[in-house]
């Protein structure tokens, strides 16, 4: 029962640095998101998708990318690393009904990517 | 934009003590979730709120959803150690959004 897997868990970058953090579900989840979490605070929504091909903005967007080619797989780059996104980084998927997301289906969520960037 | 409030930010209280926890909207969403997070870890799903007025109870936990379903309420009863943690509400139809947190700390 692997759920959401997400690598690497540690990672320091400079400023200007590119990366790419990846995120693997087994779940055959549709639905797959990005969030950034800040000390202390809750969860803010980078971009989503709600199928292969498909992808969306979120509340914080910029500075970041994503691509859907399968279902399994989601991974957020980072073109060029800004100490402000300095965070911890979480994937999550979940499964829908229709257009929406299913409200009897909780988001599982990987266990995090803490990033610093210098 | 679609945005949810959360109070208090912070809550330290002592082992026995109750506690309320507020997810406030000026939107109406379909339905609510909570979850609760603990440290290095992902958050995990405690309940989800659908009707309006719907009140669910998780042992010694119990969620309201509003009448107007714009806001819900997490009220926890002698709360114990094990209870701390980052409480988050979420919200949304074709993405998930989450609230502000409140972040509970209970001593014993």
């Known amino acids: 029962n692997a759920g959401v897997t997400q690598t690497p868990k540690f990672q320091v970058l400079k400023t200007g640095q590119s990366m790419t953090l990846q995120c693997a579900q087994d779940?055959?989840?549709?639905?797959m998101s990005w969030y950034r979490q800040d000390p202390g605070m809750g969860l803010r929504l980078i971009h989503y998708?709600?199928?292969?091909?498909?992808?969306d903005q979120g509340e914080v967007p910029n500075g970041y990318n994503v691509s859907r080619s399968t279902t399994e797989d989601f991974p957020l780059r980072l073109l060029s690393a800004a100490p402000s996104q300095t965070s911890v980084y979480f994937c999550?998927?979940?499964?829908?009904?229709?257009?929406?997301?299913?409200?009897?289906?909780?988001?599982?969520f990987g266990n995090g990517t803490r990033l610093t960037v210098t | 934009t679609q945005l949810l409030e959360q109070s208090p930010q912070f809550l330290s209280i002592q082992e026995g003590e109750n506690l309320t926890v507020y997810c406030n909207s000026s939107?109406?969403?379909?339905?609510l979730q909570w979850y609760r997070q603990e440290p290095g870890e992902g958050p995990v799903l405690l309940v989800t709120?659908?009707?309006?007025?719907e009140v669910k109870k998780l042992k010694r936990l119990t969620f309201q959803f509003g009448d107007a379903r714009k806001d819900s309420s997490l009220h926890i009863t002698a709360a114990q150690p094990g209870d701390t943690g980052l409480y988050l509400c979420?919200?949304?139809?074709?993405?998930?959004?989450f609230g502000t947190g409140t972040r509970l700390q209970v001593f014993p």
């Open positions: 999550a998927s979940s499964s829908r009904f229709g257009q929406l997301l299913s409200y009897n289906s909780p988001l599982h």
């Open positions: 779940m055959n989840h549709e639905y």
């Open positions: 998708s709600v199928g292969a091909g498909i992808t």
């Open positions: 939107s109406v969403f379909s339905s």
């Open positions: 709120v659908v009707t309006g007025g």
């Open positions: 979420a919200g949304g139809a074709d993405k998930l959004i």
